[in-house]
């Protein structure tokens, strides 16, 4: 009986907080903002999918009805929706202000040199201070999250380490304002990368109905409670942010697929590629309305289309060969700059930032002085080039007019009719700077010395800037250095080739596609990335085979630039194959000889405060013993459900002995939210929680709070087949058990093989013996949870 | 001592596997063609991943030194590249083919039917006739499983599903001679999905090293034999048939990630993407070569790019709500299809075609006179229109002329500057009827009375000539229908919205679109391979809204054409997502009654001969009994290593005690191909193994051949929580045990963050106590594998 009355206790429960989707706990979970389980010793925690089994999922399942299940399918794409217009947005809002800012810089530089160099560098290095200045100001003392490129941290979200801080709004405007000092401040590096980060922030926003510390937020879009529709929104957000930042919505979903996310369902594609559309629909029209002279210095600038539509047509086999050797230097490059960078940033932390913000701050503007220095006086130094003859049709005018973006500037010449080659690339936006390295019909317009100087100083610049307290992408910085040597190979072919439709911008774009496969050894996205934002499907086999080389020839030395950051910055990532050495390995051997700490089912709760404070594991297994005293594993319970329960007090009970549910009223007790996984909160410690000395002898049943059945493993399991199974199913916890006696079952494909509306008879048909026992005990089957049996079982032992 | 003597054989075994590895054993794998297993009643026949833990898997870790690995990558990347080029020739072969036969054949009745109408006709409806006979008889009488797409099959077979003959080489010359007949004879279907199944084939010959059975086959192509590297060769072919079909090599790629596949990787899909570059570039090389009029009627047809990037460029918001309606007719149009399509194939499979092969030809021909009746007939009782008047700018000329592919079709017109609005996609090959109805610039040029009258024809002969024994894809077909209703609809905008700027040729390809979407209920992929065939990345948002609202709409209906087919066909694929009724079923039930049959480790060959007769399981779990007399369950015994044992006789063993491996020379006894899976040859049958009486007295020792650790749940488990088990980690054989009675150890993220290098030393020391037992024993670490703990006690227990 009283297996029954339990039965219907747990029903009850699990009946009242489907009842109440939206009560006033929920806002508890978002309220305070910090770090996840501090007590850890590291800002580190993965994420718990277990959760979703346990209460959000039960919950979850329980309302679903085809209603429900229609409105959340309703509401997922209104989020794909809002998110792509959000990021969109953003990346509108970022480019017109770095525009603007910039535009605003070099006009106003290029009227004061008129009169006086040293008052134009003055105030140029000014301008550029002042930005970088407001950057890291805002990064150091606002949004300590928003520093980098941010990308490496997403990586590690999705792959199931949450990493405190990446996804607040504190982050969000710090990661938008950042970006738009630190590029518009002219340092070598991108706004691409934070455009990502700043994507996921809005994605992970809008699931979670905005911030509840400044008390913008939402019940109505409160809906995503599981880990597993969060994760789905951040890779949205991803995709978006790539689609923002180089009007790219096919890359934005395959750098989605290839780079960021660890878990990918078919299903997501879709909706991922929808908000990528959006988003390239947003900037499409906000460029539309910016045509019309409404956005300032707006103009052709800002997004990133480098239409080299017009660059060579088809290629000698010749040719592969310069081209081959651009993928190899781009490869040693690549992994050189993953290398220094490395060494730096390690350095970075270890030395520098450990002083304070202070010391952050004034790295930052040191290094923004150095780049203005480097910037306007190598130029200098350069003697100018006359114009070549001016061809009316290429549209190209030299030297480019006043106040105009373009190429061949005219900076520090003698004459009107001179440019400076090396001001074409260095004193002017990078965006700019990069059309004028792509342009075709440009022949002869740099001199190799004035490329082989920026490509010295500018991969200098971008090493050092790299870890700087800023927003800083490395997309930009990497084709800007690519694009160079890639001229310069193309300068040697235009010479020693000697064929008319050779064309150095195409050179260059090959020099950027290898720089960047050689960094950050991305492969399909970066492709596609690269076909799109120039706009000429012919090169695809070209950027294709620079990228293999160059990929081919990073690896040989060091991993991408992702990974080597996320090892740097303690993101354990969970690769998607095992490693080499767990062949050899057993389960038992992978989890190390600690002893494990399991409860009973019913606990004390001055027992269950020392077994917390005793230990900073999460998971721990619940052993029950049958009437014959068997011991038997019933489920996992978790350190912060546990928490959640000696903090409400309300589960207390007197007794030792299982309780009743028709006693108290369980059934209002707990909210599923209570139990929900704060996203960008922090979560309880067992310091936090007060219990007076008589809390301390009640006990507790932990039953209701259970995950029956996460998934086990025999001992002398090869790690490598243990590996496959907690990556592939991204689990948090397993359990290692021993050999099992007998088998049950066989289940094969055939099993699994339900006809949607047959499979109720004949399964009733099949077991009718053991179905017809429990018939008449359940009223609804509807809730009829996995643990049943077994639970029965141990009931009618313990009655 | 002899669980050590034990321990040295199977190291011996596995060495000598590994020094063996191009045997000639390995040939007989390859040797018969036909039905694996055929005693299970059905053709189907899951794929055994196991497999590769068991034997491949061993003796690939075994020989997998860094050289290998190596050696591996390269023939990987030359296998993608072969694949690349082979199914890029494949497809320049069929589209010249029937580019020569379709121009001979137009060509010549244009020029008969000055004279005579009736002549012209008889001699159309003989050259269709002749192509489809050819056709239908390659495909019954040589080939049966070159008919229909394939892509269900294709789908199956990634899944799991091995089915009879799908990649077999007759298969290849029957689907690529019998895409020739069928497209040429003018039927209404395509040439993509063959393509698709034809790439396939080809890299499933490439990856056996040929067809044994006509002995082209190479020993240095053997390279692959787990299922795993032989599905990844398979979904490179198919995305390369995809790239080929539609010069769409992005599309590809999606194709092959959303439709296909059911695991993916991301390693796998820069190699994916790689091969369908290459068969971009041999396309378009010999698209190129073609130009210079080497190619014959091949002319600006065949490769499908119906470039329409003198579309319309912009769109009002009242366009949208037109366009909806599109997406709207095309999910019910596509849901009509699929259900229509349904009906007939399965009422063909279980009427007509079981009466044999001639009432297939015989079908198949009179589909082919009814399409010929039809496209001739229809267009003569149409009037024509007059010209409208030429403009020179836009290149297109009325009447088109004769010989010429083109719009505006002279046909049974009595005056020289009139056109037959029907004729012009009626009596024309499908990619130029397509062409036509994409066209812009060309308002007016159809009558809605003619497209109509179309729209209504061609559906029913697309629905009645889908499931014909002729090789056959549904894109060209669905793109006809879409863009006649979409062209429809846009004649209405243009009519009621009088704007200039309205194509009806960008209406035509959203319904083209709509349609596609409405019956095949691809998304990503389909979006993508429509921007690429027009060449427009504009109108990508356009094609998402219509893509969207028509899948929505046909899933309210019914499933996607592929799978409608698949489940006709009895492929039963595992869905990405378990079932709903799954929820409330546990493990042990979904097992059903059925008893488990175990096998004991040391078994008597007549019990094994006995067990496998009973019936028709494809594994076994294998008990043994420790001293204590306490049961295990060692492992997984696969009923086609069985056989192979049975058959090969060398295991067996007078006395019933466990074998003792110095005595026999079992190290040379097998060779790991003989248990590899033939991949397409008929497995061993019990039935054809013939042991002698003595035989039957004999024992076999089964622990060498076993699985050691296959998956387990316990048997409470929700089977939703089994499914994605099964599912993600592509299983056959799962054991349902009891629930465990203690917990050894949990694993979490950080037991599973192995770093490369220390890891060994650190294992070292944390578990030296174990380790240092062991150490003495086994010369070599390296093969040391799973079941030695297990095996050791079980051993020491029985001595």
């Known amino acids: 009986m009283l297996s029954n009355h339990f039965q219907n206790g747990v029903e009850t429960v699990r009946h009242a907080w489907s009842r109440i989707p939206n009560s006033e706990e929920s806002q508890f979970v978002d309220d305070a903002v910090g770090l996840v389980r501090k007590s850890d010793g590291s800002s580190v ?35 794909a929706l809002l998110i792509g217009i959000g990021t969109g947005l953003a990346a509108v809002f970022i480019n017109l202000s770095v525009e603007n800012f910039a535009g605003w810089k070099f006009s106003l530089t290029f009227s004061i040199i008129q009169k006086s160099y040293i008052a134009g560098f003055l105030l140029y290095a000014l301008i550029n201070l002042v930005l970088v200045f407001s950057s890291v100001y805002i990064v150091t003392q606002f949004a300590p999250a928003a520093a980098g490129s941010g990308i490496p941290e997403i990586k590690g979200y999705l792959n199931g380490v949450d990493i405190h801080g990446i996804l607040l709004l504190r982050t969000l405007i710090g990661k ?90 078919s299903q997501l594609m879709w909706r991922v590629f929808f908000t990528s ?51 190899v230097i781009g490869g040693l490059l690549g992994a050189l700059f993953n290398q220094l960078t490395l060494y730096i940033s390690s350095w970075r932390r270890n030395h520098l930032h ?27 130094l350069r003697e100018c080039s006359p114009c070549p003859e001016s061809d009316p049709t290429s549209g190209i005018e030299c030297p480019r007019p006043p106040g105009m973006y373009g190429n061949y500037v005219n900076f520090f010449c003698s004459s009107d009719k001179e440019y400076n080659d090396l001001a074409t690339i260095f004193f002017n936006t990078q965006d700019d700077a990069i059309r004028n390295l792509f342009s075709a019909k440009t022949i002869h317009e740099y ?8 490509l010295v100083m500018f991969y200098s610049l971008a ?12 997309f930009v910085p990497g084709i800007m250095i690519g694009s160079t040597y890639g001229r310069l190979v193309g300068m040697f072919v235009v010479k020693y080739y000697k064929k008319l439709n050779i064309e150095e911008g195409t050179y260059a774009l090959l020099g950027a596609a290898s720089f960047l496969g050689g960094s950050m050894r991305m492969t399909v996205s970066l492709c596609v990335i ?9 090169l695809l086999p070209l950027i294709m085979l620079v990228l293999l080389i160059s990929k081919a020839v990073g690896d040989a030395f060091n991993e991408g630039l992702y990974e080597e950051q996320a090892r740097l910055r303690g993101i354990p990532l969970l690769e998607s194959r095992p490693k080499y050495e767990m062949r050899n390995m057993t389960a038992k051997e992978a989890c190390g000889s600690g002893r494990v700490i399991s409860l009973p089912r019913v606990v004390k709760v001055s027992d269950v405060v020392s077994i917390l404070r005793s230990n900073k594991h999460n998971g721990f297994p619940v052993i029950d013993h049958t009437r014959s005293g068997e011991s038997l594993v019933i489920g996992l319970v978790l350190r912060s459900h546990l928490l959640v329960i000696l903090q409400s007090k309300v589960d207390f009970q007197h007794s030792p002995l299982l309780s009743d549910p028709r006693g108290g009223d369980r059934s209002i007790r707990h909210d599923s939210h ?22 301390l002898e009640m006990y507790i049943d932990l039953a209701p709070f259970l995950n029956p059945s996460p998934y086990i493993v025999p001992e002398d399991m090869s790690l490598t087949k243990v590996y496959n199974l907690f990556r592939q199913l991204g689990l948090r916890h397993l359990f290692v058990v021993p050999r099992p006696s007998r088998v049950l079952g066989l289940i094969t494909r055939k099993d699994l093989m339900i006809e949607d509306t047959e499979n109720v008879n004949t399964l009733e048909l099949q077991s009718t013996s053991v179905r017809n026992r429990h018939h008449n005990k359940r009223p609804t089957t509807r809730n009829s949870d996995v643990e049943r049996p077994l639970l029965n079982g141990l009931l009618v032992g313990s009655e």
């Not at 409404?294 to 800002?302: E, I, K, L, R, T």
């Not at 000698?316 to 050797?325: G, Q, R, T, V, Y």
């Not at 090493?463 to 490395?474: K, N, S």
């Not at 076909?531 to 000429?536: G, L």
Request: glycine letters at 12%; one cysteine or more.
């Open 447 to 454: 001199s190799s010395q004035s490329l082989l100087t920026f």
């Open 45 to 79: 925690e993965s994420l718990d999918y277990e959760v979703i089994e346990n209460f959000a999922y039960r919950e979850e399942q329980a309302r679903r009805g085809k209603l429900y299940v229609s409105y959340l399918l309703v509401v997922k794409w209104l989020f």
């Open 176 to 265: 938008i304002f950042g970006s738009i000092g630190s590029v518009g401040g002219g340092l070598a590096l991108g706004k691409e990368g934070p455009l990502v980060h700043t994507g996921a922030c809005i994605a992970s926003l809008l699931g979670q109905g905005g911030s509840t510390k400044y008390h913008i937020n939402s019940r109505w879009f409160q809906v995503f409670r599981s880990d597993r529709d969060r994760r789905d929104l951040v890779t949205c957000g991803c995709a978006a942010g790539v689609a923002a930042a180089f009007r790219a919505p096919v890359g934005g979903v395959l750098f989605a697929l290839e780079e960021v996310t660890s878990w990918w369902r």
């Open 530 to 538: 690269m076909v799109e934002i120039t706009n000429n499907l012919k």
């Open 354 to 380: 450990k002083k304070g913000s202070r010391v952050k701050i004034i790295e930052a503007c040191l290094v923004s002085l150095l780049t203005s220095i480097i910037s306007f006086c190598l130029p200098l």
């Open 463 to 474: 090493v050092l800037t790299f870890g700087t307290a800023v927003p800083a992408g490395q």
């Open 674 to 695: 209570e139990f929900a996984k704060p996203v960008s909160s922090k979560g309880i410690c067992i310091d936090d929680i007060h219990l007076s000395p008589d809390d």
């Open 277 to 327: 559309a959006i988003v390239a629909v947003v900037v499409r029209t906000a460029m539309g309305w910016c045509k019309n002279g409404n956005c300032g210095h707006f103009g052709s600038g800002g997004f990133i289309i480098w239409d080299i539509s017009d660059g060579q047509e088809d290629y000698s086999f010749a040719e592969l060969l310069p081209m081959a050797i651009i993928g």
